[in-house]
């Protein structure tokens, strides 16, 4: 029987107490994890101490990630990487690095070869601060077949990522149940964990279904987001058996 999937509360915190207090608000729900996403923290958070007391304050995994919206560095790769290695020195279990780190593409995955040379020097920059990476690649407005999932997966584990990240479009009924036939084909090839969501107008019954056919992870929120794409995180709670 396959392991369920992590339940993840998903926070675009403006501090490191807000933080912390989603994190307490999605544990109380039943969250099992908390991910950051950094973009709207003050510089002046943005800090080892800080991380650290953030981290120490909730039990569960802490996991952060900050992609090119960043209030701050905007898509200054070099500066958000700096940051997310100080979450690594702090304690986080996971460091989100995107898949076209160095190299910005519309795909959110590059194959330039100096850039992905660059990021597994990264990556082994975040294990030997004593975390984990999760690759990821939001590409929501494409959908992709099961072919081309498990090519961009693979790639991401050759990298060196201990789990590997692809949000794709799901809007339809077919595109679902090719969403299926790719969780059976990840579930066979890949030999890291492997997380991969839909959006779109089928994205919920996608990340349902994934949930139970071998997603490592479901990211899910204490409150409906702007975009409505991701569940709440007592929905998932729910479905558990």
Known sequence: MR???QIV????SVSADAAIAEARQGLALGAEATIVDLRNWPLGERNVETFRRVIRAVPGDWMFCLYRMDTVFGEDDEKRMETLLMTAEAGAAYVDVMADLYDAQP??????EQAVARQREVI?????RGSKVI???????AFLKA???????KAQEARGADVVKLVARCDSA?????ARRTFERLNAETRVPWIFLGSGKSGHAQRFLGARSGCRMEFARIAPDEEGVQPLIPEFVS???
């Open 174 to 178: 077919e595109e679902l149940e090719e």
């Open 124 to 128: 082994d920059e975040i294990h030997r």
């Open 107 to 112: 795909t959110q995955i590059t194959y330039d």
């Open 9 to 12: 509360n998903n926070t675009t």
């Open 3 to 5: 392991s369920q999937a």
């Open 147 to 153: 072919d081309e999932v498990v090519a961009i997966l």
């Open 135 to 141: 690759m990821s690649a939001h590409n929501s407005s």
């Open 239 to 241: 479905r558990r058996g």
